[in-house]
């Protein structure tokens, strides 16, 4: 079975652009959060949608927003990009989104550099 | 602010060793516990996990103990690898707020042969 997807791998912005960030998750998962890591941290959370409505929301900016697609794909967008905002974005995926914790499982990330 | 303190942030283990790493949070609402394996350059791993109605969990060469009145846990890696060598990151996530979890600053571990 396939794992999280995420594309693109790998992105170059320039400060002030705008970025778009693409997930799908595993089969049968109706729950994705997006997470920020930058080089030597551990994953911030930023957002989580289920069932196409957003569930949760990290400590980020307004200029991050998100949305979830009816087959449960994610899109994360960043607005105004800033040098602060390079770093890995990883895309869970989870079977359910509310109430008890379920397990997440973590895409390879797209690795986003703001020059 | 930190939520869930990790440490050591680096650990060398010789190669047959028992690699412990521990985490100890604040937020008492905190009721599921996971531990992830990350590789250079790769999404993290689940690994285990464990909820607070139990104070241990094995699953292989992999045990997490847990004491909730002393809101730590830790992962031990019996028989250590050098394939076991990653950044080790433990979690935590609150009740009722479904996915979102606050992770530790990690710990990178170092299995030398």
């Known amino acids: 079975d396939a794992g999280v997807t995420q594309s693109p791998t790998h992105l170059i912005k320039t400060r002030g652009q705008q970025v778009t960030l693409r997930c799908s998750p595993i089969s049968g998962h109706k729950s994705v959060s997006w997470y920020q890591q930058v080089l030597g941290q551990g994953p911030q959370f930023i957002f989580q949608y289920y069932e196409k409505e957003e569930r949760g929301r990290g400590n980020f900016p307004d200029r991050f927003s998100a949305r979830q697609f009816p087959n449960y794909s994610s899109e994360l967008n960043v607005n105004a990009l800033l040098l602060g905002d390079s770093a890995l974005y990883l895309c869970a995926s989870s079977f359910s989104g509310g109430g008890i914790s379920y397990e997440q499982y973590f895409g390879p990330g797209t690795r986003l550099t703001v020059t | 602010q930190q939520q869930v303190k990790q440490s050591p942030q680096s650990l060398i283990v010789q190669k047959g060793g028992i690699s412990i790493i521990n985490c100890a949070y604040e937020n008492t609402a905190f009721d599921y516990f996971p531990w992830y394996q990350q590789f250079p350059g790769k999404g993290p791993a689940l690994l285990i996990a464990i909820r607070p109605d139990v104070s241990e969990k094995k699953e292989g060469r992999f045990t997490i103990s847990f004491n909730k009145s002393a809101k730590q846990f830790s992962l031990h890696i019996m028989d250590s690898q050098p394939g076991d060598s990653a950044t080790y990151f433990c979690?935590?996530?609150?009740?009722?707020?479904?996915?979102?979890?606050?992770f530790g600053g990690g710990t990178r571990l170092m299995v030398k042969p």
């Open positions: 979690a935590a996530s609150p009740h009722n707020a479904g996915n979102m979890l606050t």
